[in-house]
């Protein structure tokens, strides 16, 4: 495994991360097989796992919880908080009410009295980056929280940031966790600038594209991946992005092939390739899935691999651009650019 500074923190974090996300209900991870997929995962050198207080409206942080009992120290925990957990109106966004509030549910269902990583899951426009900032200020200071990020900002909403946080006074993002993956590499060309300019750690999530990149999706057979049945939009070859998705994961596969590795130790090894990028959050359902993402672990792409990606698709270029999740929402509501 190996190791990079977690920005400018000095917290070294392997460069795969485990991501709990399918542990519970959404993706029908039991408690046992999550204790047993931690285990494994420290066991081979991981040591940042990334979790949300909606991942199964909670159900993953406390599965979290009890996988860590008693080891708490020798690993670097993240949760993220922002997206609605329930009904209320309330119980969402970046308000300082809410972070308040739903940090100490958190810590409460990780069985822990701080994370070392609190991030804003989606940027509110409803809420103004003084009061975000400033309640996350105040939570660090308090002792709640080590440091804090941000995640799928657009570039401008991390710069803004930035901005209010000097103007302020106030502490500072020191992360920032995109969607990153051969197919999505749209943040190349805004987003890893600005990391790289304000020396912000980047935990790219989604490498392996939702499953496209796992192996599992290969012209002429049956599709069979968890998220396919979630999101079949997503993987219904009829749509011409999932067509052009396809045609290049199967040039990929060719690639791999040639250079001796798996379509994951391809896709895992090209993400943490990027000078700008600290780690690949990795998302495995299963013990099987986690063995085979740990064998990208020491996996250097040579730049001639490098580059016969970059012809398949382009730096800068999202196979599926309507899958972004860092819209401004002027551009998703016509209330918001007509009134």
Do not use: C
């Not at 399918?22 to 046992?32: C, M």
């Not at 968890?226 to 994961?249: G, H, K, M, T, Y």
């Amino acid at each position: 495994m190996q190791y990079r500074s977690l920005g400018r923190t000095g917290v070294q974090v392997s460069t795969l991360v485990l991501g709990a996300m399918n542990f519970g209900k959404l993706g029908r991870t039991t408690q046992d097989e999550a204790t047993a997929i931690v285990d494994a995962a420290l066991e081979a050198g991981i040591n940042l796992i990334d979790t949300a207080d909606m991942y199964s409206q909670g159900e993953s942080e406390e599965m979290v919880g009890r996988a860590i009992a008693g080891r708490r120290d020798d690993i670097v925990l993240a949760t993220k908080a922002g997206m609605p957990m329930g009904d209320q109106r309330n119980h969402r966004g970046g308000s300082r009410r809410w972070l308040v509030t739903e940090l100490d549910n958190s810590l409460r269902r990780l069985g822990v009295d701080h994370v070392d990583l609190y991030q804003i899951h989606r940027w509110d426009p409803t809420t103004s980056d003084e009061e975000t900032l400033s309640a996350l200020t105040d939570l660090q200071r308090a002792g709640k929280i080590r440091y804090f990020g941000a995640s799928t900002f657009p570039a401008y909403r991390l710069v803004q940031a930035e901005w209010a946080a000097r103007e302020h006074h106030l502490s500072r993002y020191v992360t920032e966790q995109p969607s990153y993956s051969i197919l999505q590499r749209g943040i190349e060309a805004h987003v890893l600038p600005v990391t790289e300019q304000y020396g912000l750690g980047v935990l790219a999530w989604s490498p392996l594209a939702s499953g496209w990149l796992s192996g599992a999706v290969r012209a002429g057979r049956q599709i069979t991946t968890s998220r396919s049945a979630l999101l079949p939009e997503r993987f219904d070859i009829s749509i011409p992005a999932n067509q052009a998705r396809l045609d290049a994961v199967e040039r990929l596969a060719v690639v791999a092939d040639e250079a001796g590795l798996t379509l994951i130790q391809l896709a895992l090894g090209f993400v943490t390739a990027h000078p700008a990028v600290t780690s690949a959050i990795i998302g495995p359902r299963t013990l099987d899935h986690l063995h085979a993402q740990l064998a990208a672990a020491d996996t250097v792409l040579s730049a001639d691999v490098l580059d016969a990606i970059d012809a398949i698709v382009a730096p800068g270029v999202d196979l599926a651009a309507h899958e972004k999740f860092d819209t401004p929402p002027a551009l998703l509501d016509p209330a918001l650019r007509r009134r």
